[in-house]
Nanobody
């Protein structure tokens, strides 16, 4: 059974920091590309940050320089360090695991991040 369990969300004031974690089980974590997505009320889900199985990273322009994605293949966990948070970062954040060999795509249940001004 594949599970992606996010944690670390919460409420913080603008300028604060949070660290999200996504613990993964049931898959061979090291061969998966991992990503963090977010969805704000009334908006489409968008990619925030991604890290390949080779640890290459990419970020949405809106979070570059503030967020850092990382992975621990031993702990089978992906992290999202979020600094200098802004009210517009408020959303439900989702963890994603995907691979093309074979094609697989898994999602966590989401964790709420609320940033107040």
């Amino acid at each position: 059974q594949v599970q992606l369990v996010e944690s670390g969300g919460g409420s913080v004031q603008a300028g604060g920091s949070l660290r999200l974690s996504c613990a993964v089980s049931g898959i061979r974590f090291s061969i998966y590309d991992m990503g963090w997505y977010r969805q704000a009320p009334g908006k489409q889900r968008e990619l925030v940050a991604a890290i390949t199985r080779g640890s290459s990273t990419r970020y949405a322009d809106s979070v570059k320089g503030r967020f850092t994605i990382s992975r621990d293949n031993v702990e089978k966990t992906v992290y999202l360090q979020m600094n200098s948070l802004k009210p517009e970062d408020t959303a439900v954040y989702y963890c994603n695991a995907n691979t093309n060999l074979p094609v697989r795509d898994y999602w966590g249940q989401g964790t709420q991040v609320t940033v107040s001004s």
